[in-house]
């Protein structure tokens, strides 16, 4: 069965200070699939990241990066020099490619970003 | 144009009711979700629906009950209302369910029962 664990249920930071939101995963499948969504206050939810299994590469965009690590099952989101308008909460999630297919999500964090 | 709509955005109801949440795509994708999440933010799946047929079909009562007319379309009626089922709803699609494409969201039915 997969699963996906956030650790950290609420973290709050400084403006201009950098976070990092944790996730670790558990499956048995060797081909998978891990995401990232945002849900901002006004409670959409929004994609900011998809990895496969297969590609290990971290990666970064703007002040977002991710590090994808199957040694240790995780998939660490990094925001550098953080802003107000980053405070949300933030979903890892997991889906497998076989029979099950189900995006299974972490319980979030919520992150407050102080002025 | 919204990608995933579902309408209404709030509902109020008393225990003991039925309603409806409707939910459309115009992404031209097979695959549609429902979700629900609680007052603790957490997310878990309902139902998914592909080409109109039910793919996945989680620990749900069967007050609840999805309906797919068309591709485009995942309405949830909900029977005989409880306090519990109070939470947000939200529905989702992806172009062939296979597991590694992104979910696109409505932006979610707020549901109170009284």
């Known amino acids: 069965a997969q699963k996906v664990t956030q650790a950290q249920t609420e973290i709050s930071v400084v403006e201009k200070e950098d976070v990092t939101l944790d996730c670790v995963y558990e499956t048995r499948d060797t081909t998978y699939y891990l995401f990232w969504y945002k849900q901002p206050p006004s409670g959409e939810l929004v994609f900011l990241i998809r990895r496969n299994s297969f590609d290990e590469q971290n990666e970064i965009s703007g002040r977002y990066s991710w590090n994808f690590q199957k040694s240790t099952s995780s998939f660490n989101f990094t925001i550098t020099a953080s802003q107000v308008v980053d405070s949300a909460v933030y979903f890892c999630?997991?889906?497998?490619?076989?029979?099950?297919?189900?995006?299974?999500f972490g319980s979030g964090t919520q992150l407050t970003v102080l002025p | 144009d919204t990608a995933v709509s579902q309408t209404p955005k709030y509902l109020v109801t008393q225990m003991g009711n039925d309603k409806s949440i409707k939910c459309e795509q115009n992404l031209g994708h097979d695959t549609m979700y429902w979700y629900k999440q609680d007052s603790k933010k957490f997310l878990k799946i309902m139902f998914s629906y592909n080409n109109k047929e039910l793919i996945i079909n989680e620990t749900v009562p069967n007050r609840f009950s999805p309906k797919s007319p068309d591709k485009a379309h995942l309405n949830l009626h909900i029977n005989s209302l409880e306090l519990g089922d109070s939470a947000v709803y939200f529905c989702?699609?992806?172009?062939?369910?296979?597991?590694?494409?992104?979910?696109?969201f409505g932006s979610g039915t707020q549901l109170s029962v009284l």
């Open positions: 989702a699609s992806s172009l062939k369910g296979s597991g590694e494409e992104k979910l696109f």
């Open positions: 999630a997991l889906s497998e490619a076989g029979s099950a297919r189900q995006l299974t």
